[in-house]
């Protein structure tokens, strides 16, 4: 077999292969949207976690594969809202409300927002849509309200290292009447291991509100096993 034979049959099976992928590209885009797609452009991509369908000339993307296997090589690598990253930099978050020191006495409650990105977060957070997020009871008329709350459903969900984590404080008015914002605090899991705090209890001042205060909490992050 000859050089130009070898390398005539290396580029047929890169066709095939290139075909197979684009074929199951479509397939899988007509059963998102039930309707046919165009050939060009639709197509799979970081090693089949994202996933690009054209519709009449327009893209749509979706991510595919969510936490399974894109990658083995030097560890494998993870599908990780559509793009295939190193399991070194995915884990597990687990967070404990454990206490506040509040400026004033209030009906104090706590809530905790886990998200998939290091986007900065006003406070306090409007839309809770994107948010893993858990929130403690009520602790009544208190200005040092003690709740050791465990959010016992993070440790179900995959993150990014780059996640961000927020806390947020509230004073409960009842039912007919909006809640006050006490304060909240935000970082990111990436600060967090720069600083060796992981599985510690952190003291977090409170922002974005007139209120002062402190809030204290263990964020403990958990590498995804390789």
């Known amino acids: 077999m000859n050089f130009f034979h070898c390398l005539l049959l290396l580029i047929a099976g890169g066709l095939i292969e290139a075909y197979v992928v684009d074929q199951k590209a479509q397939n899988d885009c007509r059963q998102i949207h039930h309707c046919d797609v165009d050939t060009n452009g639709t197509h799979y991509s970081e ?3 994202h996933l690009t369908c054209c519709l009449h000339g327009h893209k749509y993307h979706h991510a595919m594969n969510e936490n399974q296997i894109c990658l083995v090589g ?7 809202k559509g793009h295939c990253i190193p399991t070194e ?3 597990y978050i687990d967070v404990e409300i454990i206490s506040a020191a509040l400026s004033r006495p209030a009906n ?3 809530t905790v927002c886990l998200q998939n990105n ?3 977060v006003p406070l306090p957070i409007r839309d809770r849509s994107k948010c893993i997020q858990c929130s403690t009871q009520v ?3 208190t200005a040092r309200p003690v709740w050791h709350q465990i959010c016992r459903g993070s440790g179900k969900y995959i993150f990014r290292k780059n996640s961000r984590v927020t806390f947020e404080v509230w004073d409960y008015q009842g039912s007919q009447i909006p809640n006050v914002f006490l ?7 990436k600060k967090l291991l720069e600083f060796g705090d992981s599985g510690r209890a952190i003291n977090m001042a409170l922002f974005g509100s ?3 205060g402190q809030l204290t909490g263990r964020i403990t992050w958990t590498p995804l096993k390789k």
């Open 210 to 212: 007139s209120f002062r």
């Open 139 to 141: 602790k009544p008329h």
């Open 183 to 189: 304060g909240g605090s935000t970082l990111t899991i």
């Open 74 to 80: 030097n560890g494998a690598w993870h599908c990780k």
């Open 118 to 120: 290091t986007d900065p």
């Open 108 to 110: 104090a409650y706590a």
């Open 47 to 49: 090693n089949g976690c």
């Open 89 to 91: 930099n995915l884990g």
